[in-house]
């Protein structure tokens, strides 16, 4: 006679089978938990460029300077003229010093680019890269932009969304662009800021609708 009967092999032979499947899926468990460990302590933290921290060092001063006579925060400033002149070694900010974009609209100064027969708009040209950051505080005084003086100047996310509401450029990442630079480069910093809160929605300004100034 056997010693077990074939139900009872076949239950021990299942029971050790789901004792395996749980030591397996033990294993399997501490490994996936070591290996998200050994990702998070090896991924590569988001490093700050020396060419975007040279440039935040160069102009800081006056972004503050401006933000204090104007209104404008710097950090919208630095992160538009990063953003605008490829943090000042696009073509434009090298030969005409223009760090911002603007166009020569009402413009009786030098102008750069452009075409009047093919009526494309050119861009205002600066002595010194310095002209080109007081005529952007300037110009965001105009009317277009006045909404955006009811907004603190430490409200960057704010800001941002209202300068495209505003039409300063058809992008429509245009805000998102700014606030990435503005968080990478903790720049809301500069006035005594804080980091924002993305979850929460940005204050609303209204649009003049008017033609972007910049692209």
């Given at each position: ?6 139900d009872e092999i ?17 294993q ?15 991924a590569p ?12 060092e160069?102009?800081?001063?006056v ?14 400033t ?12 696009s ?5 005409a010093?223009?760090h911002?974009?603007?166009?020569a ?12 027969s ?23 005084k ?13 409200d ?5 969304q209202?300068?495209r ?14 606030i ?30 008017q ?5």
């Amino acid at each position: 006679d056997f010693l077990f009967g074939h139900d009872e092999i076949m239950s021990l032979y299942f029971e050790r089978k789901i004792i395996d499947f749980f030591s397996i899926s033990k294993q399997i468990s501490h490994f996936c938990l070591i290996f998200a460990l050994f990702c998070a302590i090896s991924a590569p933290a988001q490093t700050k460029q020396q060419r975007y921290l040279d440039y935040i060092e160069r102009y800081k001063a006056v972004a503050l300077q401006h933000e204090k006579e104007f209104g404008v925060p710097a950090s919208i400033t630095l992160a538009q003229g990063i953003l605008e002149s490829s943090v000042g070694r696009s073509q434009m900010a090298q030969e005409a010093n223009n760090h911002f974009g603007i166009k020569a609209y009402h413009w009786k100064g030098e102008v750069y680019g452009g075409s009047d027969s093919l009526k494309q708009v050119g861009y205002r040209k600066y002595g010194a890269p310095e002209d080109s950051f007081l005529d952007h505080a300037k110009f965001l005084k105009g009317p277009r932009y006045s909404v955006l003086y009811q907004l603190d100047v430490t409200d960057y996310r704010s800001w941002a969304q209202g300068l495209r509401d505003c039409g300063y450029a058809e992008d429509v990442n245009y805000p998102t662009k700014l606030i990435n630079i503005i968080e990478q480069y903790e720049l809301y910093a500069l006035n005594g800021g804080h980091r924002i809160d993305g979850s929460k929605p940005s204050q609303q300004v209204e649009a003049s609708g008017q033609e972007p100034v910049s692209d």
